[in-house]
């Protein structure tokens, strides 16, 4: 299990889509199993490849982000 803490250094990279866990507050919650994408303003989370984020979360509501390799 791998925890990622958010990279501001290089924002040129394309975004790449991980699925794991995001915990994310007010109150303490989190997404299991989801997609995740990184983009300059927070998180976007999907479902299932191919489809449209679902939730988009801000990088001052998130917490930690866990993946598996």
Known sequence: MKTFKRDT???SNMPELVRGKVVYVPPERCEV???VEETPHGLKLYRNLGERHYMVLPWSAVKQIITKE
């Open 33 to 35: 199993g989801v997609y």
């Open 9 to 11: 250094s290089d924002d």
